[in-house]
């Protein structure tokens, strides 16, 4: 397999460009940084084309801006996948809940079920699915993803069991804070929202009382209620519209009944 250095040598030599090239083309863009570490010296430049030397991140950047090739697949040269990055972080448990800042990526594996799929009956995939295609994550049920982020519930927050299980994936519709007060008949209807307070985030069903935003848990949590001033104490992110959870917690000796009840915020 050709090593990294030798297609960057490829994409250098198809441009037409010598060392000395490169070297004054670093120079410019080291100039624009306000950072010498963008500059390549000729030595260093053709170690990592001969020798297999890794550039650091700013040379790399600079050879990509020469070059006109994409940081992204030029770091997969090296054998960094970044579309690797959210199945790696969710195997890395945290206790906390917190936001995921990992923007979506190239594409995912969709089953396609057979034409005589009756889709509004639970069926298992495994087994009707005719072939794996592959969708663009843009066009996943048709939403626009610039308007979504999302949120892991840490492994040590109950608030939500067990609507929403530690260590769930959920996805947050931001344009969505306004928190409601009708328009639901039963648990499963109701919105839950997540929140940002004192540099750490929540989830949960939330009421306005006055001033005063109540986080409220499940009952079956056996969690108490936070309540927080608003909108000085804390941030509603937005409503959490989809999740993604395991049928057994990580933490399986961790129950509720086990977990005693915690104080109220204020």
Same mark, same amino acid.
């Not at 070059?67 to 996948?81: A, N, Q």
């Not at 928190?179 to 008949?185: D, E, L, M, R």
């Not at 949960?204 to 109540?214: N, P």
């Not at 990580?250 to 104080?263: C, K, T, Y």
């Given at each position: =397999? ?17 060392? %000395?090239?490169?070297?004054?083309? +670093? ?9 010498? $570490? ?5 030595? @260093? ?46 195997? #890395? ?19 396609? !079920? %057979? ?5 509004? $009956?639970? +069926?298992? &995939?495994?087994? &009707? ?23 892991? *519930?840490? &492994?040590?927050?109950?608030? =939500? ?17 306004? *928190? ?9 209807? @109701? ?10 985030? =929540? ?28 909108? +000085?104490? #804390? ?9 993604? =959870? ?9 129950? !509720? ?6 104080? !109220?915020? @204020?």
């Amino acid at each position: =397999m050709e090593r990294p250095g030798e297609r960057l040598k490829r994409e250098r030599e198809r441009l037409g460009l010598t060392y %000395r090239d490169v070297g004054a083309a +670093s120079q410019k863009i080291a100039a624009r940084r306000l950072s010498d $570490e963008y500059t390549i010296a000729l030595s @260093r430049l053709a170690d990592i084309e001969n020798k297999g030397t890794l550039p650091t991140i700013y040379r790399l950047y600079t050879l990509c801006a020469i070059y006109r090739l994409d940081f992204e697949e030029v770091l997969g040269w090296y054998g960094v996948d970044l579309r690797n990055l959210p199945p790696d972080a969710l195997q #890395i448990g945290l206790e906390e809940t917190h936001l995921v800042h990992f923007r979506p990526r190239g594409q995912v594996p969709v089953p396609q !079920p %057979r034409a005589d799929t009756d889709l509004e $009956e639970t +069926s298992f &995939l495994g087994h &009707l699915a005719r072939r794996w295609g592959k969708l663009p994550l843009a066009f996943l049920s048709g939403l626009d993803l610039r308007q979504y982020c999302y949120g892991v *519930i840490g &492994l040590c927050d109950f608030t =939500m069991w067990p609507l929403l299980r530690p260590g769930s994936l959920v996805m947050i519709d931001v344009s969505t804070r306004k *928190i409601a007060s009708t328009g639901w008949s039963n648990e499963f209807e @109701r919105p839950i929202y997540f929140l940002e307070h004192r540099s750490a985030y =929540m989830c949960g069903w939330c009421a306005l009382a006055g001033k005063k935003l109540v986080v409220e848990p499940h009952p079956i949590s056996r969690q108490n209620p936070s309540i927080f001033e608003f909108p +000085s104490e #804390i941030d509603v992110i937005g409503q959490v519209i989809g999740v993604a =959870m395991p049928l057994e917690s990580e933490r399986r000796s961790a129950r !509720p009944s086990a977990i005693p009840a915690e104080s !109220p915020d @204020r």
